[in-house]
């Protein structure tokens, strides 16, 4: 058929795409550095300036690794939840979850004064970052749910999303009152998004979580592809819809919620990665959609790290800010220039 | 000929708390292969319930539903899907699914874990959708065509699922005579080619009592089975609206208005 030969060639390009933005966005940055030397530091060889081979392993490839890593956990997560909750603004950011999670992350690093000592060690630890923020995002996503529940009117879920960012908002507010300028200082810069920060350690522990969210959503491609018909015809086609919503919702929440820990709440890629997907291989079918999401995902991510960073100046700007004055723009134009908003 | 779907004993209704409320008791029906079978009453009497009672969907309040001579509440949900296929009312959520796609996610009971289809799978929904006419659409999107043409769709994607017994909750509501009519008598070649059971509900009684083999009629007393013409000479027609303007002229076999 004429459409797989031009979903092979997408995929070629994409795949193309993918690793020359991985090479640019290590080669790129307040230093530029020749794709050759890259080349050679990456492969064991020398680079022409020893700075160079440290500043690329030691910063610049966790960073690119942690670029790709929240590209396509968050833009799959934008995936699930559109389908899930049948509305095409649905993504994590929208949804509250990031909100959800930052609250989790509020709590940990503003509230972590009230522990005694060794509670408060551990909380502050990456580890405990994670659990507060997935655990954020998730019991945010279940209020989603239940609401969802009630209300059959998709844009009601949209408000309420809306709600829990104004309500987290008020809440940061009211503990910042209680901390101290250092803990203060710690989550602004947490809030503004960044994905230089990780050590290989943390960039491990990210992967595992990202990789497990990443593999319940590819176990949950034929349900989502039969909850394109809606849950009735769904469940009429064999489908146990309570289980399979369970597994999205925890994959949803996983990625979302590690990601954000580490990286901060970042806006608008769940919500137009996806998109742009869709329109580009024209279809639903959630087995093209997968793959091709994680590719866009990664390379828009790198992008947009390559942006933040300005290349040839001393400044990095925060990523969340990038993703914002890019994405908003495309979700418009995706709404206006597309009638029938798939 | 076989018995594929009986009901015995069967009190339809919900249960809350304070109350029990009954819609219909005792019902004994049987659904048998290689026939059209219309549902018929008045809005709000119940049929839905009926309906999402015998698919399982919902817990009847006494009696059993038997599928095959098993309780459907005993079936997990893959053998269900194998043995019963839905067509539901139900505006479809938006999406790029073309035609083809659709009807081949008929064959999701029988699919592998990412929902591959094999050579046997795509010569199902080719047959679906060659009995149902719908070829020439394969291609399109789902939004893109009629409401005529994307009811033979579901239809299509019904049979595909290969199932012995089809239901369909009013599949004629948006429709216009021409296309009414067409779809009758597709469901009508259905049952004779592939011998399956069709049960449908529909307003359209007129056409029902013509084309159907046998028709279920729900009233606040009474919810009969029988072929139509039996149905007609029994005179249960007349108690299916309580309204003195509307008559059942039983030599026509239609309603009139006074």
Redesign the interface.
């Known amino acids: 058929m004429a459409n797989k030969k031009r979903n092979t060639i997408l995929f070629i390009v994409l795949g193309l795409g993918l690793l020359l933005m991985f090479f640019a966005s290590l080669s790129l940055g307040s230093v530029n550095i020749p794709f050759r030397d890259v080349y050679e530091s990456l492969t064991g060889g020398q680079a022409s300036k020893s700075t160079w081979e440290y500043i690329i392993i030691n910063y610049r490839l966790p960073k690119s690794f942690t670029a790709v890593l929240v590209g396509t956990g968050l833009s799959i997560s934008g995936l699930l939840m559109q389908t899930l909750f ?1 509305n ?1 603004l649905a993504g994590p950011y929208v949804l509250g979850l990031s909100s959800g999670a930052s609250l989790g992350v509020a709590f940990v690093i503003l509230g972590a004064g009230f522990l005694p000592s060794f509670l408060s060690a551990f909380v502050l630890s990456s580890y405990g970052i994670v659990i507060a923020s997935t655990f954020g995002s998730t019991m945010v996503l279940l209020l989603v749910l239940i609401v969802s529940q009630r209300l059959r009117d998709t844009m009601a879920i949209l408000i309420v999303g809306l709600m829990f960012g104004s309500f987290t908002t008020a809440i940061v507010s009211v503990l910042t009152y209680f901390s101290t300028a250092e803990q203060l200082q710690k989550f602004t810069f947490w809030s503004m998004g960044s994905l230089g920060n990780l050590s290989w350690t943390t960039l491990s522990i990210l992967a595992v979580c990202v990789g497990i969210g990443l593999l319940l959503s590819a ?1 949950s ?2 349900p989502l ?2 909850l ?3 849950e ?2 769904a ?6 819809f309570k289980k399979a919503r369970l597994i999205i919702i925890f994959a949803t929440s996983i990625l979302a919620g590690s990601i954000t820990a580490f990286a901060g709440p970042i806006a608008f890629i769940g919500l137009a990665v996806p998109h742009i997907a ?1 329109l580009t291989f ?4 959630h ?1 093209i959609l997968f793959w091709s999401t994680l590719f866009f995902g990664a390379i828009i991510m790198l992008f947009c790290d390559i942006v933040s960073q300005m290349p040839g100046f001393d400044v990095t700007l925060p990523i969340n800010a990038i993703t914002s004055l890019i994405g908003a723009p495309v979700v418009i134009w995706l709404l206006v220039r597309k009638r ?3 | 000929m076989k018995t594929i779907l009986s009901t015995i004993n069967l009190s339809i209704g919900y249960k809350s708390k304070k109350a029990t409320v009954t819609i219909a008791e005792n019902l004994n029906l049987s659904l048998n292969s290689g026939k059209l079978i219309s549902l018929i009453g008045a809005n709000g009497i119940g049929k839905s319930t009926l309906l999402r009672t015998i698919t399982g969907i919902q817990q009847p309040l006494s009696g059993k539903v038997l599928l095959n001579d098993k309780n459907i509440n005993s079936y997990n949900p893959l053998d269900l899907a194998q043995n019963l296929s839905l067509v539901l009312t139900e505006k479809l959520p938006p999406s790029n699914l073309s035609v083809f796609e659709l009807v081949a996610l008929g064959r999701q009971p029988y699919t592998n874990w990412i929902g591959t289809l094999t050579s046997e799978d795509i010569k199902k929904v080719q047959e679906a959708m060659a009995l149902t006419q719908i070829e020439h659409l394969a291609q399109k999107r789902h939004f893109e065509i009629s409401d005529g043409q994307l009811q033979k769709v579901l239809i299509a994607r019904a049979l595909a699922q290969d199932t012995p017994l089809i239901i369909l909750d009013e599949p004629t509501t948006h429709l216009d005579l021409l296309h009414k009519v067409s779809l009758f008598k597709l469901l009508k070649k259905l049952t004779q080619e592939t011998q399956k059971c069709i049960l449908f509900s529909t307003h359209d009684i007129d056409l029902a009592i013509q084309l159907s083999d046998e028709m279920i009629i729900m009233t606040p007393e009474f919810v009969v089975q029988d072929e139509p013409c039996n149905l007609i000479s029994k005179g249960s027609f007349e108690t299916l609206f309580k309204d003195e303007h509307i008559i059942f002229d039983a030599e026509k076999g239609k309603f009139v208005i006074t």
């Open positions: 049948r095409p176990s491609i034929k592809n039969a394109l018909l809606g009735n015809y469940k009429s086609m064999g489908l146990s869709k024209q279809t639903s079918n087995t029938n908003f798939q």
